[in-house]
């Protein structure tokens, strides 16, 4: 057994790595700064890194996850580790596009097609009860800003009067803007990191803390490296100045936490795309060309991640 | 915080100098024109115009130098500063080329356009005024720079009305030098064109004040 986690840990700790990497690869948490000018791309990775590795040192410890669990019944090591890498992959690769999809929908797609290719037993039900809650995060991001930002519009006609005044809620709602996406920056980093985390924690001796910060470094790197492509896909979504992005991200960030709270496995990226999307048809802006390419990667996601874990699982199983 | 509000005064201040040396270049060829109306005509008040127009793109440059290196929260607003600026530039560049054009102006004005020359030349003044304080209302009170652009409007269909009066007297001057037909004319185009170039900008204000409370 001795000699089997020598071999394991390496392995778990580069496949760490990579899953860090890939959740900050495809984390468009910033967006809304970027397309807002608030701060510079810059400026944002040096936050994002901060964060991320704070996230990761503060929060990481606390959680630690069983993928897929209530899904598919069974879980061995090499199921979680098969579901993880073709996870990461599909991540990469949209991040590479600068496409940003959901984490977990991905990390479900290949549950589901890993479940059908070994015949395990799937929980169908629950299976259903995520795609409806696939379809309807991006509904209740699009309507929950529109009706948010023609309150906004109505206050500000009311009450703003002169550049000045304008000029002064816009950098009163900069700040909101900013204090708020850092607040959530540092606690996804806290969740993502557990994803990463979750699979070295158990298989031997570690330095918990080590671990954290190797996947916060790794988180932060994934952000520098692809990240930045999917915060400025996202981030220019729509036009955006400090208080649109205030009616976009704020009261997704609030559903979200909500939904975490009560359960409910809404998707953050597909929630805030379509938040950008309805902010652009309530302040009747146009939308940047090739938004397509986004939804068809979020119907491809199921599929491909499916298919991947497929392709994975058997070199995996026969390794480990 | 008294940092930030003091960057902010800098900026206003800025705008401020610009404002009044584009005002000051306007109220000198002003004055230079009434004096052409009355027959004394001194050409170091022309070269104020000039040194006017000169003081105004130093002013402007600093507007825009300050209105860059300042973080505003606002882009866009930057962008319709710095339009703004663009914008006024242009009618300051307009009073410095009539001044110019009249420098070189080889004759006296005819008799019978005086009045309506003096009346033009009011209306000019009057809607660069105008426009300034619309300029700085903007900063603080959309509904009365609003109000303000309906003025400019009616100060433009003053100035073509008297254009084409001007126009018509010396149109029909059939025996006098073509010459001095063609250049007297040019006086009260350049004028109207000062003025309606006043009233395009008041227009894209109003256009402005009803784009942001939909932003």
């Not at chain 1, 409806?132 to 009450?159: A, E, M, R």
Request: net charge positive.
């Amino acid at each position: 057994m001795a000699v089997e986690l020598s071999i394991l840990l390496p392995i778990f700790l580069i496949l760490s790595v990579i899953i860090a990497f890939s959740i900050g690869a495809n984390d468009e948490t910033f967006s809304g700064i970027y397309g807002s000018r608030i701060l510079n791309m810059k400026q944002i990775l040096i936050l994002a890194v901060i964060f991320a590795i704070a996230g990761a040192l503060i929060l990481g410890e606390a959680v630690s996850k069983t993928v897929g669990k209530g899904i598919i019944s069974d879980m061995s090591y090499s199921i979680v580790i098969t579901i993880l890498i073709s996870t990461s992959i599909w991540l990469i690769l949209s991040s590479a596009f600068g496409l940003p999809i959901s984490t977990t929908h991905a990390t479900i797609g290949a549950v589901i097609g890993l479940g059908i290719a070994i015949n395990a037993s799937l929980d169908w039900s629950k299976i259903i009860e995520l795609s409806i809650w696939w379809v309807l995060s991006p509904i209740i991001g699009y309507i929950v800003t529109f009706i948010v930002f023609k309150l906004l519009q109505s206050y500000k006609q009311k009450h703003l009067n002169g550049f000045q005044s304008y000029e002064k809620a816009e950098q009163r709602f900069s700040y909101i803007v900013l204090i708020i996406i850092c607040i959530t920056a540092f606690s996804r980093s806290g969740n993502d990191c557990s994803n990463a985390v979750g699979i070295v924690v158990g298989i031997g001796e570690i330095q918990i803390n080590l671990l954290l910060l190797i996947t916060g470094l790794s988180l932060a790197g994934g952000l520098v490296v692809l990240g930045r492509g999917v915060i400025k896909s996202v981030g220019t979504i729509t036009e955006l100045h400090p208080s649109t992005a205030f009616s976009a991200q704020i009261p997704t960030a609030a559903i979200l936490f909500l939904g975490t709270y009560l359960g409910i496995p809404l998707s953050g990226s597909h929630m805030l795309v379509a938040s950008f999307v309805g902010l652009s048809k309530a302040s009747r802006t146009p939308v940047r060309k090739g938004l397509w390419k986004v939804v068809l990667i979020w119907f491809l996601t199921f599929p491909m991640a499916g298919l991947l874990a497929i392709l994975i699982y058997f070199p995996v199983a026969a390794i480990i | 915080m008294k940092f930030r509000q003091d960057k902010k005064n800098i900026l206003l201040e800025a705008a401020e100098a610009f404002h009044k040396e584009v005002l000051r270049g306007t109220q000198l060829l002003y004055g230079y024109i009434n004096d052409l109306i009355e027959g004394k005509r001194d050409p170091a008040n022309l070269e104020k115009v000039v040194i006017a127009e000169h003081e105004a793109d130093l002013k402007k440059e600093r507007y825009i130098e300050i209105l860059y290196k300042d973080k505003r929260a606002l882009p866009f607003l930057v962008e319709d500063r710095y339009r703004l600026i663009k914008y006024l530039d242009a009618i300051s560049d307009n009073s410095e080329d009539l001044a110019r054009r009249l420098k070189v102006f080889p004759f006296e004005l005819y008799e019978d356009i005086k009045d309506d020359m003096k009346k033009i030349n009011d209306t000019y003044r009057e809607t660069v005024e105008a426009l300034v304080e619309m300029v700085k209302l903007m900063e603080t009170d959309f509904k009365t720079a609003y109000q303000k652009s309906f003025n400019i409007e009616t100060l433009k269909r003053t100035a073509r009305e008297t254009k084409y009066d001007i126009l018509d007297t010396i149109y029909k001057k059939k025996d006098e030098k073509s010459l001095r037909v063609y250049l007297t004319s040019k006086i009260p185009i350049k004028l109207f064109d000062m003025v309606s170039r006043a009233e395009e900008i008041s227009d894209f204000l109003r256009s402005l004040i009803i784009k942001y409370p939909s932003k």
